[in-house]
């Protein structure tokens, strides 16, 4: 039982009112492995009846609490089991059915995306896994709420490089084939290290192989609330400022928390874990990077941006498992370009680079996160910003990905607007020096030491 007094109640209907504090998912996890079959259709057939019968009260769920709690819960979404694990003898055109069924089931639902059209890939290929990546192209631009990712590497298995510049060939066919919205359908595909089995965040979600039948995964937002919480510190040191992020996390999460146990309670399905990311969006206030520099920078991008941005994911982490007793999925600081607004201005300004984006990866929660890049970037260097990112999760023992957003039409300095959550971003620089020789060697990357732990 959470007992809260009149003073926490008013704390927290001022975060909702001035500061963006919401719910920003309720993801419900579907396992999909008792749906196989060798006929495609039957296996389309019971795909969509097991997703709308577990899901059909998740968008009543969401309103219900919304009304009861006033807490804003910004979407509501399904993950799946990675569908290459499920897909049998299917051809990539089989696939792009399951894909079809997919977005007809969230659309019956009404939900804002549905995650897990994909394959698990760090130490090689089955032939299943090869079709469905090959049919990513076609699956997400015909289709509206499908979202994609591939797990490329492990600290365990080492980097497989023929899937990155399999995925490399996959963003720029994507982009090509989105070309008239501005290449989006590659906001819809992420290449993963280290994917976790539990992420409710779009678009790397999915039901990971571990997971039960179902369950519910809460994810949390709030950087507008912690930039105040930063702001209203004043001029305190480090470690007093530390202990102040964490106690806002705290406050945050335990909010997840209680719309994750209520959601579990009403639609009878298991509670799985919260995540307590600080998920930005392109609203005023709502961002990571100005948190930033409430902590003292100029401008995100500076110097000592790094170093903020580690202590403001550690303060985070450490604030929000005291919180919960079940914290998963990727839980800390996000930075995608597009979705923060100050992260937009600091790209726009030319402070904040994307070599230097790629540095605050490694004490980040995520990795390069809806980087707008000019169609024009060749195959190979986009293969080569896939393989940097995913060596800082491997060596690192982290999860990093990467959201390449290559816009047909588009050059340095321009500017694409998405829309919604997904935000606008300018036209980032990108050093087009070529690996196509280190890319083209394929075959896999070794492990490092420290993942021989048996």
């Keep these: 039982m959470i007992n809260f007094n009149t003073e926490d109640i008013l704390e927290t209907i001022n975060m909702i009112r001035e500061e963006n504090l919401d719910i920003r998912t309720i993801t419900v996890g579907i396992s999909l492995f008792d ?25 009543k769920t969401g309103e219900d609490i919304e009304k009861q709690y006033g807490i804003p819960i910004i979407n509501k ?23 079809k069924t997919l977005d007809r089931a969230a659309k019956s639902l009404g939900i804002n995306f549905i995650g897990g059209y994909g394959a698990l890939v760090q130490k090689g290929y089955t032939t299943q896994a090869r079709a469905l990546i090959d049919s990513i192209p076609q699956a997400l631009s015909e289709t509206d709420f499908v979202c994609s990712s591939v797990n490329v590497a492990s600290t365990k298995a080492g980097i497989n490089m023929d899937a990155i510049r399999h995925c490399g060939k996959t963003v720029k066919e994507l982009a090509y084939l989105t070309k008239e919205k501005d290449s989006i359908g590659c906001a819809k595909f992420v290449v993963f290290a280290n994917v976790p089995d539990d992420n409710p965040f779009m678009a790397g979600a999915f039901h990971g192989i571990g997971e039960g039948d179902c369950c519910i995964n809460v994810g949390v937002s709030g950087p507008g609330v912690v930039a105040a919480a930063v702001k209203n510190a004043g001029d305190c040191d480090l470690s007093e400022l530390a202990d102040i992020i964490k106690r806002t996390a705290f406050k945050i999460t335990r909010m997840g928390q209680l719309v994750a146990h209520e959601a579990s309670r009403l639609m009878n399905i298991p509670f799985g874990i919260v995540d307590l990311s600080l998920a930005p969006t392109p609203a005023v206030g709502d961002s990571v990077a100005l948190i930033l520099e409430e902590m003292g920078l100029e401008k995100c991008g500076a110097h000592g941006t790094t170093a903020c941005l580690a202590m403001l994911n550690d303060a985070v982490k450490k604030g929000g498992v005291m919180a919960s007793s079940h914290v998963g999925g990727l839980s800390g600081a996000f930075i995608p370009v597009s979705e923060d607004a100050g992260m937009i201005d600091a790209v726009s300004c030319g402070v904040l680079t994307l070599e230097k984006l790629e540095a605050m990866t490694a004490v980040c929660s995520v990795g390069l996160d809806m980087i707008v890049i000019s169609y024009d970037t060749p195959e190979d260097v986009i293969c080569g910003i896939i393989a940097d990112e995913i060596s800082i999760g491997v060596v690192n023992t982290k999860t990093t990905a990467v959201r390449l957003i290559p816009a047909f039409g588009k050059k340095v300095g321009d500017r694409v607007c998405f829309g919604g959550l997904l935000g606008e971003a300018p036209v980032i620089a990108v050093n087009t020096s070529s690996p196509s020789k280190f890319i083209s060697r394929g075959g896999r990357i070794p492990a490092p030491i420290h993942s021989l732990k048996n």
């Design 35 to 59: 749906c196989v079959s060798d006929d495609a259709d039957i296996l389309c057939s019971r795909i969509y009846d097991k997703i709308n019968r577990t899901a059909e009260n998740l968008i």
């Design 77 to 99: 979404r399904v993950s799946v089991t990675p569908i290459s694990l499920i897909g049998g003898r299917l051809t990539s055109d089989g696939y792009i059915k399951v894909a």
